[in-house]
């Protein structure tokens, strides 16, 4: 990431015998050898340049960054420029404790092949890809390729978490929230998008899968909150079949993204069932009134024996509807989503956006509901609703 510096593939990286211990100040360059970093241990050199190269709030680093991210002002890469030493200690934690995000093909397969010493590049574990449903068709081949110079298994070895942001259009605006729940899932694209991922990371189990034999456990899905440990070697395993190594796969995660109105955002995050009427609502005066006559004129008589009084008197007090659903659990199978599962899930953040090439503060409400397994993928329903504070759309 930082192109100037001094950090080639041809030399190692520095490490010490013993990372608890500090560092021989007769082995160190002269450029750095009053330094009292390399007085500390490796170990407590490590936090400090994670401090410094890692991304708040485990922001995405965008590549290549637009103008208006602020994202990179929190890092400090001029860290890789003071001396040589730090550069070799320092990058690898640049690359592996970020997610970098990408938002073409062409650029995930260049920073890597182009731009980043491979030294680094083969530190890089975690990834975010924003696809809109109309560029799927371009993503397709990179995503689902094992082709050896432009494909996402080969340019990124040590991926560990891969999570892409798949931008839905089946969200239909003039439909009810209950009803775009029950269809938002129909997405011929969405499950290209799902089995192109398990053919190419998760093979054998496909193929179980069409034989009908149970597959593999899926990775743990808190493989992507591991923090970068300095040494750490990629996980591979034996094939017992043919006794070669492979990488451990990614844990992958897609998150199907649909923007609503902000009046359905509301319905759908409101902790109340789609109906009008709540068990615990209160009757009101005129409803009460009128029941109260009501049962006057019908007297001792059980409304049970007169036409019509029993759905009469039902339409009168408040009704408690359908039970409201329960919310899935976390790593379960999937079964859908309800409204149960946005529940308490509200989010509110400022961010910019462009409307004719000027940005203006845009207002962006999100409710996420938790993942869930399809197949060895972990698939999420995410709704959003995005206004503009001044000339936006």
């Not at 991210?69 to 890092?75: G, K, N």
């Not at 975010?128 to 080969?154: A, C, F, G």
């Not at 991926?159 to 269809?183: C, G, V």
């Not at 976390?330 to 462009?354: C, H, N």
Request: with cysteine; charged share 20%.
């Amino acid at each position: 990431m930082d192109e100037e510096s001094d950090f080639t593939d041809s030399e190692p990286i520095y490490a010490p015998r013993d990372s608890d211990d500090p560092m021989d100040r007769s082995s160190l360059p002269q450029s750095v050898s009053r330094s009292l970093l390399f007085v500390l241990p490796r170990e407590i050199r490590d936090r400090i340049y994670s401090y410094c190269l890692t991304a708040p709030d485990r922001d995405h680093l965008e590549w290549p960054t637009s103008y208006h991210v602020r994202t990179m002002s929190a890092l400090s890469p001029s860290l890789l420029r003071t001396s040589k030493l730090i550069t070799d200690e320092a990058t690898p934690i640049l690359y592996s404790s970020n997610t970098l995000s990408f938002s073409h093909p062409s650029d995930a397969n260049m920073f890597v092949r182009a731009l980043t010493p491979k030294i680094a590049a083969s530190k890089i574990a975690r990834l975010h890809l924003p696809i809109k449903v109309q560029e799927l068709r371009m993503w397709m081949p990179y995503l689902t390729s094992n082709d050896m110079s432009r494909s996402l298994k080969t340019d990124y070895p040590a991926l560990r978490d891969l999570t892409i942001r798949y931008k839905s259009n089946k969200w239909q605006h003039n439909a009810s929230p209950e009803t775009n729940l029950r269809h938002w899932g129909e997405d011929a694209r969405l499950d290209e998008l799902i089995n192109g991922l398990s053919n190419v990371y998760y093979p054998r189990d496909q193929h179980a899968r069409a034989q009908g034999v149970e597959s593999e456990e899926l990775p743990d899905a808190s493989i992507s909150d591991l923090v970068y440990a300095p040494g750490a070697a990629t996980d591979i395993h034996r094939r017992p079949e043919d006794g070669k190594f492979e990488q451990t796969p990614p844990t992958i995660k897609v998150i199907c993204a649909c923007r609503v109105h902000s009046t359905q955002f509301a319905t759908l995050t409101a902790g109340r069932p789609f109906t009008f009427h709540n068990v615990n609502q209160a009757p009101t005066p005129q409803q009460t009134a009128a029941f109260n006559s009501l049962a006057a004129q019908v007297g001792p008589a059980p409304p049970a024996q007169l036409p019509g009084v029993a759905s009469i008197l039902e339409s009168l007090l408040p009704s408690a509807g359908p039970p409201l659903a329960t919310a899935v659990r976390a790593g379960t199978e999937f079964r859908g989503f309800t409204q149960a599962d946005f529940r308490g899930r509200a989010t509110k953040a400022t961010r910019l956006g462009g409307v004719g090439g000027k940005y203006d503060r845009e207002s962006v409400q999100t409710a996420r509901t938790v993942f869930t397994k399809k197949g060895q993928v972990l698939l999420a329903l995410e709704v959003y609703a995005a206004d503009f504070a001044a000339g936006g759309q």
